[in-house]
Structures are given as structure tokens and as C-alpha cells.
């Protein structure tokens, strides 16, 4: 019977409208959208890594060697798994012929005529990678980076000069598939043929270059079987061999790093929100000060009055957590649009249920958390003291009141911790946090 009255009475109050409840929706639908937003943004990013991991890795197998080849007999090895394309990477330093100050650090690849095994390079002018990497009139080609014709004050046409040799930019790279799965990049990439490379003079004893195999396997043979195939026949190579589970391990990591910042962020913001709920649920029973007295009045319960206040509470709270995760559910739109090609891919777009979960859970928490001890405090007072309230101050609520919020601030605490990649970090926010509330 008392549930249901509080029920009828809580309907009958929101009749009125939401008007000093519009802070409380906004502070809830904003720090819920920045956690919505972080984990959906993360998701589609990860799903898009998943389904272009073939293109990524540049094959269905890489063995990579540093500061030297591949032996005759390990590129056999390497050839028995399918078709095979060599490229090797190392930095160094470009310069101008016609501008002999004009230097700079650029990532040098030098690739064979296989590459790319998957995916496509995109070039402007559009023409044949082989044709624009080709040795013409005694000068060897190169595809730049844009980056690199704004460093050197270049034009398609002009030449450079790498160690010993020279080379003909003849095209602008626009897409390179394989890009993101590289190491961190210090400079511009100039890309040119694999031969050339040995012809610059910097391939040397001690040299810190990178030797790549990309393998694409025939269909039905297993990544996996071939990897420990390669490991058991060639045990001192002291190759590292990626599958495309491992097609961009850096890519990976930054994504965790980005996602538990953003998280962190938008936890911020719903906990310096969660003020804003307090207030705003306060103001708001401030100024039901003579009704809730005369509930008293007539009878009804401390129980009661916290039943009809706390529906209220619960029924705004669910529609700002609403409105939250509809904007939290477009963050892979959002970060494509605001970021750009500062992403490694585009994020893939869907409603990803976890973080939307996971953002709700917070949502609620927090509205709970900081909603709780002002309805105490309305609910547990004696209806005499209620109307003196009007110009005095209230007492402390009860022992339940400071039992529930306890269990929620440690609920919220440990949801943080235990969702989080990074859990020692996690665990340092929520500490940091609660510093600073208290």
C-alpha cells in the first residue's frame, strides 16, 4: 500500500514538470555521454583494427629482423609459406640538390615489386607504384610524403639525395596500407625501390635498419601453424613473428592509454556533475518543504516521503542517463568528424552495448550517490522540525543515509578500478577523487 502511494504521489509531482530539475538532467546526460563516448569511440576503433588487420600487418605473416637480412636458407623457409615481399625501413637524413640547407630526418622504406601483398597504395599522381619507384635516365624514383615537399620547399620533379644516391620524387603518397602497423614514425616517409636502397651506402655493419617479410598465406593455411612451423625450423634466427592478432601492437596500446583517458575525463566531469545533482536535488525539496510537511502531517511515514522523492529522482535520472548514451553512442561518428586522420583508421560505427552499459552503471551510481543524502536528510526529519526548517537549519540524517552512501561511493569506486585497463591508475583517480570531493 505504501509503495503504491508513493507511486501515485511521485506521478502527480511530475506533473509539474521538470523545471528545478533541469541541471540535474544536464550535469547526468553530459558526464554519462563522456563516458559513453570514450568506450563506444574505443570499440569502433578496435573493430576497425580487427577487420583491416590483414591489410594493416601487409600480409598474414611478418618476420622482422633488425640490423640484418634474412639468410639464403631463411628465406627459403620464408617463401615455403606463401608469396613473399621483402621491404626494410630505417631513418635517415634527405636533402635537397638544389638547396643544399635543406635537410631533414625522413623514415626511409624501400620496398620490391610484390609490395603491397594487401591493400593498395594511393599515390598523386595516380600511377603504378613500380613505374614511379623505377630507375629512369639513371635516377631512381621515390614516392614522398606531403609533409616532406613542405619541409624541403619540393615540387614532384625535383631531386633529393640519400647518402650516395639520388632520387626523382615523382609522386605524393596519399594512403600507404601498411602505415599504421609501423613503429612510431620520426620524420616523413620516402619510399623508394629496395634496390635503391643498397645503393645509398647506409646499409652497413651496425647499421639500425629494419628488415620486413610479409607472407600472404594460400587460403586454408593456418597463420598459426606456419608461425611455429618458422620457429621450429629456424630457432637462432632471432626473428619476431606477428599475426595479424598483432598487426598493430603500438596502435593497441594507445588506444587503452586514449580510452582510460577519455574515461577518466568524463568520470570527472560526472563527479564535479554529481555536485550539480546534489544541489539541484536540495533546491529542489527545499522548495517542497511545506508539502513534505504536510505529508508528515497526515500521516505519512519517513519511508514514504523517501519512496515518492526517490521515484521522482529515479524516473529523471534514467531519462538524462537516456539522453547521455544517445550521445555517447555516436562518439565513433564523433571522433571520426573532430579527429580525423589524426585516428590510425576510421572507427566503425554500431551500438556497442558494453560501454553504453558501463556508462549507465555510472550514470546511476552517481545519481544515486549524490541524490541520497538530501533525501535523507528531507526524509528523516520529524514533520515539527520540517517547518521550522523554513528559517533554520536542518539536522544530520540518519545512520541508513550514511550506510547508503558509503556502499555507493565504494560500488562507484570499484566499478572505476575493475572496468579500467589500467587498474593501478584507476585506482589512483578514484583516491584523487575522493580527496578532492571530501
Known amino acids: 500500500m505504501t509503495l503504491r502511494l508513493a507511486f501515485r504521489l511521485a506521478r502527480r509531482e511530475l506533473r509539474g514538470g521538470v523545471a528545478g530539475f533541469r541541471i540535474f538532467l544536464a550535469c547526468l546526460a553530459i558526464g554519462v555521454a563522456a563516458v559513453a563516448g570514450a568506450g563506444s569511440l574505443d570499440r569502433g576503433l578496435r573493430a576497425a583494427l580487427a577487420e583491416d588487420a590483414r591489410m594493416l600487418l601487409g600480409g598474414d605473416l611478418e618476420a622482422r629482423l633488425v640490423q640484418r637480412e634474412a639468410t639464403g636458407a631463411e628465406r627459403r623457409g620464408l617463401e615455403r609459406a606463401g608469396r613473399l615481399s621483402e621491404t626494410i625501413e630505417m631513418r635517415s637524413m634527405v636533402r635537397a640538390i638544389d638547396r643544399a640547407e635543406s635537410r631533414t630526418l625522413v623514415e626511409l622504406k624501400g620496398v620490391d615489386g610484390a609490395y603491397p601483398l594487401v591493400g593498395a597504395m594511393e599515390l598523386s599522381p595516380a600511377r603504378p607504384l613500380a613505374e614511379v ?3 629512369q635516365d639513371g635516377t631512381w624514383g621515390a614516392a614522398v610524403d606531403p609533409v616532406l615537399l613542405v619541409r624541403l620547399g619540393l615540387r614532384v620533379g625535383d631531386r633529393v639525395q640519400v647518402g650516395e644516391a639520388t632520387f626523382r620524387v615523382r609522386a605524393v603518397i596519399v594512403r600507404e596500407p601498411d602505415r599504421v602497423a609501423n613503429a612510431l614514425a620520426l620524420g616523413p616517409r620516402l619510399l623508394v625501390a629496395r634496390a635503391a636502397v643498397d645503393e645509398t651506402g647506409l646499409v652497413r655493419p651496425g ?3 629494419r628488415s620486413l617479410y610479409r607472407m600472404a598465406l594460400p587460403p586454408g593455411v593456418s597463420p598459426e601453424r606456419e608461425r611455429d612451423r618458422l620457429t621450429r625450423d629456424f630457432p637462432t634466427s632471432g626473428w619476431e613473428i606477428r599475426g595479424r592478432d598483432e598487426a598493430a601492437p603500438g596502435v593497441q596500446t594507445f588506444l ?5 583517458f577519455l574515461t577518466l575525463v568524463g568520470l ?12 539541484a536535488v536540495k533546491a529542489y525539496l527545499d522548495g517542497r518543504i511545506r508539502t513534505l510537511a504536510t505529508l508528515k502531517c497526515v500521516g505519512a511515514t519517513g519511508g514514504t516521503v523517501f519512496g515518492v522523492y526517490l521515484i521522482q529522482i529515479a524516473v529523471l ?6 539522453i547521455g548514451l544517445a550521445l555517447g553512442a555516436a562518439g565513433p561518428l564523433l571522433g571520426n568528424w573532430l579527429l580525423g586522420d589524426s585516428l590510425p583508421v576510421r572507427a566503425r560505427f554500431d551500438v556497442y552495448a558494453a560501454p553504453l552499459a558501463l556508462a549507465a552503471g555510472f550514470g546511476a551510481l552517481t545519481a544515486a550517490l549524490f541524490a541520497l543524502w538530501p533525501l535523507g536528510m528531507a526524509s528523516g526529519v520529524p514533520a515539527a522540525a520540517l517547518f521550522r526548517d523554513v528559517i533554520g537549519g536542518r539536522r544530520s540524517p540518519g545512520w541508513t543515509t550514511w550506510a547508503g552512501t558509503g556502499l555507493l561511493a565504494a560500488a562507484l569506486a570499484v566499478l572505476t578500478v575493475l572496468s579500467a585497463e589500467r587498474r593501478d591508475l584507476a585506482g589512483w583517480f578514484v583516491v584523487a577523487a575522493a580527496v578532492s570531493m571530501l
Open 133 to 135: 619507384l623505377e630507375r
Open 207 to 209: 647499421s639500425l635498419t
Open 256 to 260: 587503452g592509454n586514449m580510452t582510460l
Open 268 to 279: 570527472t566531469a560526472l563527479l564535479v556533475g554529481g555536485i550539480g545533482i546534489a544541489n
Open 317 to 322: 535520472a534514467a531519462a538524462g542517463i537516456a
